[in-house]
């Protein structure tokens, strides 16, 4: 990633949402600060949102974030998995739960809408993304809540549990982990030692996350979207099959394991509004969201 800035997928996804405010109707997730943190006008979405036309050139990383936007059932998914996510994470605060933490936040805006007093909010990233979000936090007057704590981890020289702990988070009450956009960018050892290190919460515990689901129909092309992840500085690492992540899982002490294709989860929102031209959208077809607790 970039030691200056956030991750160009972290800015796709930011866009994406931004673009569904103002592209989608039905709305699947209502961020009326996800333009504001960006900085950008409608009219800058707008150009972002349309299609390219020809050969993008030499900057990867601008048609990469015109793909993201402007790809509909892609731009979907990613209002999508937020909404399961907040919406899981509203389940478990009625049930109890008091604190969350969002792994990989990105420049996520959950924290700054938090309908749920009393729920503390640990947003979870590399300190250049989280200053670069700070400084965006502050020239668009958005403030940051009390019950917010920001946890810079750099992975290369600190360990998840020794900066949470720092940073007031509580191993032995129960929690959410929010965990969207990341693991494939995961070894596959990394990403078992977070689901570990969950897993050693108290209960009860659950976490979300999406993945790439690596099956014989969907390899060629999920190569050829890791090729283009690659070609910007952002290679993607691990994919797992359903039944093997379900297993892993469960052998962690998670008890209850829902995995829904995405397609699934956004229809489960937009009913027969989420008819796409070919089923099921080739980008979509790998992609899955799950949720693990107990």
Same mark, same amino acid.
């Given at each position: ?164 702990? *720092?940073?007031?988070?509580? !191993?032995?009450?129960? #929690? @959410?982990? +929010? ?5 494939? /960018?995961? &070894? $596959? =050892? ?29 390899? *060629?092309?999920?190569?050829? !979207?890791?090729?283009? #992840? @690659?070609? +910007? ?5 691990? /994919?797992? &099959? $359903? =039944? ?29 509004? *989420? ?20």
């Amino acid at each position: 990633m970039d030691n200056e800035g956030p991750s160009r997928t972290a800015l796709v996804t930011a866009y994406a949402r931004a673009y569904h405010q103002i592209a989608d109707r039905p709305v699947i997730l209502s961020d009326p600060l996800a333009a504001p943190l960006l900085g950008v006008t409608v009219e800058e979405l707008t150009d972002v949102g349309r299609p390219a036309e020809g050969d993008p050139g030499s900057d990867a990383g601008m048609g990469m974030l015109r793909l993201g936007v402007a790809d509909r059932p892609r731009r979907l998914f990613f209002a999508a998995r937020a909404r399961f996510a907040e919406d899981r994470v509203a389940e478990a605060v009625a049930a109890g739960v008091r604190q969350v933490v969002i792994l990989g936040a990105g420049l996520d805006t959950f924290a700054y809408r938090n309908p749920n007093p009393g729920l503390r909010v640990f947003e979870v990233d590399h300190p250049a993304t989280q200053a670069w979000k700070r400084q965006r936090l502050a020239a668009s007057g958005i403030d940051q809540p009390e019950q917010l704590t920001f946890v810079p981890v750099d992975f290369e020289t600190d360990t998840l549990a020794t900066r949470l702990e *720092a940073a007031g988070f509580s !191993r032995t009450d129960p #929690a @959410a982990f +929010v965990w969207l956009g990341v693991v494939f /960018y995961l &070894t $596959p =050892d990394a990403a078992r030692a977070t689901l570990e290190y969950i897993a050693g919460q108290s209960e009860p515990v659950e976490v979300i996350f999406d993945y790439l689901a690596d099956t014989d129909e969907d390899r *060629a092309q999920l190569r050829a !979207r890791a090729n283009r #992840a @690659a070609a +910007v500085g952002e290679p993607w690492f691990s /994919y797992f &099959t $359903p =039944d093997g992540i379900a297993a892993q899982l469960r052998a962690l002490g998670f008890t209850d394991v829902e995995d829904h294709a995405a397609t699934d989860v956004i229809a489960g929102y937009l009913g027969e509004s *989420a008819e796409f031209e070919g089923e099921p959208p080739e980008s979509l077809r790998p992609v899955r969201i799950l949720r693990a607790s107990r």
